[in-house]
């Protein structure tokens, strides 16, 4: 009988399957998890408005953590938004905040690592990058984007071969591609 409550298996088993629906139907869209950083920096911003024209950073924890990002490029006018953790799916819905809000000369994506340790291919990956910059380039199609290929990273040796899909192929995108 399906629902025989007098079965413990059975009923741990209905238990655990309604806690599951209910986590499914709550939970947050991935994206979400970064809400409350990317709604400082807006606060930041309003508070100290960033000059337009600049370099944004956009990216992962490599460019979160990179603790001399505006001592290394002290000449220029630069913007950092790494979002420990990114991928291209979470970055995405916060582009218009972190990025385009700024009308930057310039894009420096540090993206794709996080991608590929989650299982995404490398092709994907690529497709990912290309859907970024054309998110950046429909309302700034003269902004230059630059692309950190995807280094190696302890413990994730197993990867190397998809990273470097993905960075042949933002390659090949990028010598076909204006400003990028």
Same mark, same amino acid.
């Given at each position: 009988m399906c629902c025989d409550s007098t079965n413990p298996t059975r009923r741990i088993v209905a238990h655990a399957s309604v806690a599951l629906v209910a986590l499914l139907l709550v939970a947050p869209p991935a994206s979400a998890q970064y809400a409350s950083q990317v709604a400082r920096w807006v606060a930041q911003d309003a508070a100290d408005p960033v000059a337009s024209g600049g370099i944004v950073f956009a990216g992962s924890s /490599?460019?979160?953590?990179?603790?001399?990002?505006?001592?290394? #490029?002290?000449?220029?006018?630069?913007?950092?938004?790494?979002? !420990? !953790?990114a991928t291209f799916d979470t970055y995405q819905p916060h582009v218009g905040d972190a990025v385009l809000a700024h009308s930057p000369r310039a894009v420096v994506v540090w993206l794709g690592t996080n991608d590929i340790a989650g299982g995404v291919s490398g *092709? /994907? +990956? *690529? /497709?990912? #990058?290309?859907? #970024? +910059?054309?998110?950046i380039h429909t309302p700034l199609p003269n902004t230059d984007v630059f692309y950190i290929g995807?280094?190696?990273?302890? !413990?994730?040796q !197993?990867?190397? *071969?998809q990273e470097d899909i993905a960075n042949a192929q933002i390659a090949s995108y990028a010598a076909s591609t204006a400003h990028v």
């Open positions: /490599s460019i979160r953590r990179w603790e001399e990002l505006t001592l290394d #490029f002290n000449d220029y006018n630069v913007l950092q938004r790494g979002l !420990g !953790g *092709a /994907s +990956v *690529a /497709s990912k #990058f290309t859907t #970024f +910059v054309n998110s995807i280094v190696p990273t302890p !413990g994730r !197993g990867n190397r *071969a």
